[in-house]
């Protein structure tokens, strides 16, 4: 059973920074994908970014080389650090996993929230 608990969440100005964390147990094996998604109001969920397995990572072109997910095994924690935020990052921000998928099915894409069926709760994120 997955279970999945972000923070970190706020209200930071534009051009700042901000680190989500997500508390993620019951993924592990051999083969699965993670991955930061968000939703602003009246607006469908979005692929932010995603690593899976194999430590390949992909993100959306909004957040290129601002964000940045890594995974820390040890800990059990997926973290998506957030810089130079801009008032359109703002939105709610989900922690997803699956299982049993990895590379393509990971990719930033249309469709790639239905690849995943594990979710955190969502952290607030605003960006003035």
């Known amino acids: 059973h997955v279970q999945l608990v972000e923070s970190g969440g706020g209200s930071v100005q534009a051009g700042g920074s901000l680190r989500l964390s997500c508390a993620a147990s019951?993924?592990?094996?051999?083969?699965?994908?993670l991955g930061w998604f968000r939703q602003a109001p009246g607006k469908e969920r979005e692929g932010v970014a995603t690593?899976?397995?194999?430590?390949?990572?992909n993100y959306a072109d909004s957040v290129k080389g601002r964000f940045t997910i890594s995974e820390d095994n040890a800990k059990g924690t997926l973290d998506l650090q957030m810089n130079a935020l801009k008032p359109e990052d703002t939105a709610m921000y989900y922690c997803?996993?699956?299982?049993?998928?990895?590379?393509?099915?990971?990719?930033?894409?249309?469709?790639?929230?239905?690849?995943?069926?594990?979710w955190g709760q969502g952290t607030q994120v605003t960006v003035s």
């Open positions: 997803a996993a699956v299982r049993y998928l990895r590379g393509a099915y990971c990719y930033i894409r249309p469709g790639v929230v239905r690849n995943f069926d594990s």
């Open positions: 019951g993924y592990t094996g051999s083969t699965y994908c």
């Open positions: 690593i899976d397995s194999d430590g390949s990572t």
